[in-house]
């Protein structure tokens, strides 16, 4: 099973688009980050101590990490802001810190994130970098993909691209 958050705050725009066909392409299950009542991470170390994996914050987050602890493949789409994840993917994927290396092991990550930039601009190989550590951090599988969404036409060429990832 896999899960896909969906990052944007902006309801049925360009990254949602391209999550909804990845998810239904795939017959995941989507969340949209921006309806997850979360508060961030406050690093508070319990679920790497007596927590044993769980959170200590009982809110929105809770359910998302259940299913996302069950599921064996998780993809993330996300505009870029600012050279980065928006705030609302940044929480959720902040708060999957209390998962532990047997639940992160062997999973596909997939990334893909769309800005108002050129496909071949800097920020993409910046996050692809940053995923390919991270990933490589709780061994996962990372299939990442970073796309300019400027305009329909645009679009249309990301959501070709999103669809080899079918
Ligand atoms: C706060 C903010 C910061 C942004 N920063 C970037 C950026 O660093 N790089 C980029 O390519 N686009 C940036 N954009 C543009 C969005 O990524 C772009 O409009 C994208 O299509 C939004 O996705 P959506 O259609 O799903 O909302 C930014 C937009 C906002 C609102």
Avoid at 130 to 155: C, N, P, S
Wanted: glycine share 6%; charged share 30%.
């Amino acid at each position: 099973m896999e899960i896909v958050i969906a990052g944007s705050p902006r309801k049925g725009m360009y990254s949602d688009r391209l999550a909804s066909s990845y998810a239904e392409a795939r017959n995941a299950e989507i969340i949209y980050a921006r309806d997850v009542k979360a508060s961030p991470c406050r690093a508070c170390g319990w679920c790497k101590g007596k927590g044993n994996g769980e959170c200590v914050q009982k809110d929105g987050m809770s359910d998302v990490l259940s299913r996302i602890r069950k599921a064996d493949a998780l993809a993330v789409f996300s505009p870029v802001y600012w050279w980065q994840l928006t705030a609302q993917a940044k929480i959720i994927i902040d708060r999957l810190y209390a998962m532990t290396d047997e639940e992160w092991n062997g999973k596909l990550l997939t990334v893909v994130v769309n800005g108002a930039a050129e496909d071949d601009d800097r920020e993409f190989a910046i996050l692809r970098e940053q995923f390919e550590e991270m990933a490589h951090y709780i061994k996962a599988d990372l299939r990442f993909l970073g796309v300019g969404t400027t305009d329909d036409a645009a679009f249309e060429k990301a959501a070709e691209k999103v669809r080899k990832l079918f």
